[in-house]
């Protein structure tokens, strides 16, 4: 069973920081993007930062400079470093990946979701 694990999320004072981590397992041939998204309220799960398998990155408008994304290659880890937290930050947060399956004649390219971590950041 190819699963996303997420831990790290919870409660935390503004300007506080919370490092997620996202871990793929299962029979995975290759990682390709993997990224973070998160959903408020009443509100769309946006997309907050991704990283590809070579390592550009690219984030919303609305986290540059405070989160870092990150990968581990080695162990299918997607790490989201999130320091000067605001009140607006607090969100489910939702790890993806677009990954390589293995089949037994061919592999399949599927995307897949984290069960989702909930970070809540307090004035």
């Known amino acids: 069973q190819v699963q996303l694990v997420e831990s790290g999320g919870g409660l935390v004072q503004a300007g506080g920081s919370l490092r997620l981590s996202c871990a793929a397992s299962?029979?995975?041939?290759?990682?390709?993007?993997m990224g973070w998204y998160r959903q408020a309220p009443g509100r769309q799960r946006d997309l907050v930062a991704g990283?590809?398998?070579?390592?550009?990155?690219n984030y919303a408008s609305s986290v540059k400079g405070r989160f870092t994304i990150s990968r581990d290659n080695t162990n299918n880890t997607v790490y989201l470093q999130m320091n000067s937290l605001k009140p607006e930050d607090t969100a489910v947060y939702y790890c993806?990946?677009?990954?390589?399956?293995?089949?037994?004649?061919?592999?399949?390219?599927?995307?897949?979701w984290g069960q989702g971590t909930l970070v809540t950041v307090s004035a």
């Open positions: 990283i590809t398998s070579t390592g550009s990155t």
């Open positions: 993806n990946a677009d990954l390589v399956i293995r089949g037994y004649y061919y592999n399949t390219n599927r995307g897949f």
């Open positions: 299962g029979s995975i041939f290759g990682v390709n993007s």
